[in-house]
Nanobody, 124 residues
Framework: QVQLMESGGGLVETGGSLRLSCAAS????????MGWFRQAPGKDREFVAT????????EYADSVKGRFTISRDNANNAVYLQLYMLKPEDTAIYYC????WGGGSVQESDYEYWGQGTLVTVSS
């Protein structure tokens, strides 16, 4: 069992930055690939970024590539999402998730554990 808790969301102006954190407890953190997803009002949840258990492999959605950076600290059981150059369309609840197999994935169905989410609001 893994428990995940996101933090770091808030209100920011267009062009601003935020760093989201996800703290994990439970089983060995480095065995899990981690992902960030987001859900905007009235829309389906979508993939944002993923990182493998070792941290060597990352992948991003096209909409955030070059603006967001995913990283992890296995010693402290945490994964981060650095958000730069934020746009109003980035407004959403951001969720972190832990996968079944450790490699990271763009597919929601590959993730077994989910946090409760943290809200990011970007004002225009």
């Amino acid at each position: 069992q893994v428990q995940l808790m996101e933090s770091g969301g808030g209100l920011v102006e267009t062009g601003g930055s935020l760093r989201l954190s996800c703290a994990a407890s439970g089983r060995t953190f480095s065995t899990f690939g981690m992902g960030w997803f987001r859900q905007a009002p009235g829309k389906d949840r979508e993939f944002v970024a993923t990182i493998s258990g070792s941290g060597r492999r990352t992948e991003y959605a096209d909409s955030v590539k070059g603006r967001f950076t995913i990283s992890r600290d296995n010693a402290n059981n945490a994964v981060y999402l650095q958000l730069y150059m934020l746009k109003p369309e980035d407004t959403a609840i951001y969720y972190c998730a832990a996968d079944h197999w450790g490699g990271g994935s763009v597919q929601e169905s590959d993730y077994e554990y989910w946090g409760q989410g943290t809200l990011v609001t970007v004002s225009s």
